[in-house]
């Protein structure tokens, strides 16, 4: 099979099982920012592409991150609205802290492209909001399944 991966991310984001044309493909692909590998056809559920210091790719297990928050979710499923999020006051002295964040975990606030900071060993996120709207929050590391919350803060 051929997987076409984020060169940075290392995120599969094409597989093509039993390709005949496989080493040409891989040798002709270029696409910025992309490479592609020839790999044995094998499941890829739940699983996250390595490549080792010397270009040989594996294929490992994807963790689910263990996330805890210091306020309880609004959870609306049980009235058929499937809706959840971290409620808190937009004053700026309110917060939730996240915690039992792997350090390096990229962290996302609203804009889920850009990084707004990386997880330190403690462990611990402090989100505070000035104004009033919802919030969006990924959490991302390689290995990890991303992990994204909403946070509504109001007046």
């Known amino acids: 099979m051929i997987i076409v991966y984020n060169t940075t991310t290392k995120e599969i984001l094409a597989t093509h099982y ?6 040409a493909f891989v040798s002709g692909f270029s696409i910025s920012g992309q490479a592609a590998l020839k790999m044995d056809d094998a ?3 739940n699983k996250y592409l390595v490549i080792d210091g010397e270009g040989n790719p594996s ?3 994807i963790t689910n991150f263990s996330i805890t928050a210091s306020k309880s979710l609004v959870d609306l499923s049980d009235i058929g609205v499937m809706d959840t999020w971290y409620p808190m006051t937009s004053n700026g002295s309110d917060y939730i802290d996240f915690g039992n964040i792997p350090e390096g975990t990229s962290l996302y606030v ?3 492209d850009t990084a707004a900071g990386t997880a330190d060993a ?3 996120f402090r989100f505070k909001a000035t104004e009033a709207g919802l919030y ?3 959490f991302w590391k390689t290995g990890y399944s991303a992990y994204y919350v909403e946070v509504k803060a109001n007046d």
């Open 43 to 45: 499941e890829l559920i």
């Open 136 to 138: 969006g929050i990924k």
């Open 110 to 112: 609203d804009n889920l």
């Open 18 to 23: 039993g390709r005949s044309d496989e080493d």
């Open 122 to 124: 403690s462990g611990i």
């Open 59 to 61: 294929l490992e297990n």
